[in-house]
Nanobody
Framework: QVQLAESGGGLVQPGGSLRVSCTAS????????MRWDRQAPGKEREWVAA????????PYPDSVKGRFTISRDNAKNTVYLQMNDLRPEDTAVYYC?????WGQGTQVTVSS
């Protein structure tokens, strides 16, 4: 069955970098559009990055533009989110998803 497993979250200082991963099973990531969303406490879920089946990347929202990069490793069936110049407002649980399938999320905390 379809499963998505995020990993790589953690605590990072402002200005730091982190890469979170989403390893898929039950399907091939290169044949679907994949997304990263995040949800901070008390806030609505926010889309932050998407990559199409052909590898095309959607324009990033202003909140992460120039700092976040989505990528894919077809051999590992894994989607990544590289996050640079992290800010406290990036603190959230980060989820990868494919349509109605979601992972369990990985916590990213940006704090000094």
């Amino acid at each position: 069955q379809v499963q998505l497993a995020e990993s790589g979250g953690g605590l990072v200082q402002p200005g730091g970098s982190l890469r979170v991963s989403c390893t898929a099973s039950g399907f091939t990531v290169s044949t679907y559009s994949m997304r990263w969303d995040r949800q901070a406490p008390g806030k609505e879920r926010e889309w932050v990055a998407a990559i199409g089946a052909t590898g095309d990347v959607a324009p990033y929202p202003d909140s992460v533009k120039g700092r976040f990069t989505i990528s894919r490793d077809n051999a590992k069936n894994t989607v990544y989110l590289q996050m640079n110049d992290l800010r406290p407002e990036d603190t959230a649980v980060y989820y990868c998803n494919r349509n109605t399938y979601w992972g369990q999320g990985t916590q990213v905390t940006v704090s000094s």
